[in-house]
């Protein structure tokens, strides 16, 4: 079966240092992996949609200077949250799905982010 | 702009009852709707997704949901529900982005509760 995983669970952080969170997919090609936030008692926000070999598209509010993502092959993503702050504490979820149009995303486990 | 509206941030039911969670959206093109369900301390887990065909779908855990078009909603429901069915519920609308493939956008989430 399909399945991502995402590493690490849980990460506490100082105050403007940078946490890195890894998403590896089994069982099938992640074409496309997409990086959401969810901040303490809000919805899923995307960050970006990544396409292998492809550019990344950041969404209003998240840039590529904040959030660098690497995305090098069909099983591997990984993103920083750089500079961290008490604002970026949250869940943060990889999602990856086979294709770059309509299919199902299958999720991580998420990476839980508190900074003190 | 797309967007979902899970109109009942809290529900609470008896075991045995049956549960209805509300979700409705707007989108210009043909919808593909998914619901996930979040449990305390856990990531997103897929239930079940409409993208064509038959407008009521069942998923996982014995829930089921109804597309209808007229009022543009994706009712989740299960009867009977069971206690251990307590968690966040979100729905979520794939929307369609040229050149750079499809993302998904939540709902704010439904917070069920089941007593025993």
């Known amino acids: 079966g399909a399945l991502v995983y995402q590493y690490p669970r849980r990460t506490i952080c100082k105050s403007g240092t940078s946490m890195r969170m890894e998403c590896q997919a089994v069982?099938?090609?992640?074409?496309?992996v997409a990086w959401y936030r969810q901040s303490p008692q809000k919805t899923f926000e995307l960050i970006a949609l990544s396409t292998v070999n492809s550019a990344i598209k950041y969404e209003q509010n998240f840039t590529q200077e904040k959030f660098p993502i690497s995305h090098p092959n069909l099983s591997f993503s990984s993103m920083t949250v750089l500079n961290a702050y008490l604002e970026d504490r949250g869940l943060y979820l990889c999602?990856?799905?086979?294709?770059?149009?309509?299919?199902?995303?299958?999720f991580g486990e998420g990476s839980k982010l508190t900074v003190l | 702009a797309q967007s979902v509206d899970q109109p009942d941030a809290h529900v609470t039911l008896s075991e045995g009852a049956s549960l209805e969670l509300r979700c409705s959206y707007s989108y210009s093109a043909a919808p593909y709707l998914f619901w996930y369900v979040q449990y305390p301390g856990q990531s997103l887990q897929f239930l079940l997704k409409?993208?064509?065909?038959?407008?009521v779908v069942k998923g996982t855990k014995g829930f089921e949901a109804e597309f209808r078009k007229s009022n543009s909603s994706f009712n989740l429901k299960k009867s009977p529900a069971h206690w251990s069915d307590s968690a966040k519920y979100f729905c979520?609308?794939?929307?369609?982005?040229?050149?750079?493939?499809?993302?998904?956008?939540f709902g704010k989430g439904a917070k069920l509760t089941v007593s025993p």
């Open positions: 979520a609308l794939e929307v369609m982005q040229q050149g750079t493939g499809s993302k998904l956008s």
């Open positions: 409409y993208i064509t065909g038959d407008t």
């Open positions: 069982g099938f090609q992640a074409t496309s």
């Open positions: 999602g990856a799905k086979t294709g770059i149009n309509t299919g199902q995303l299958y």
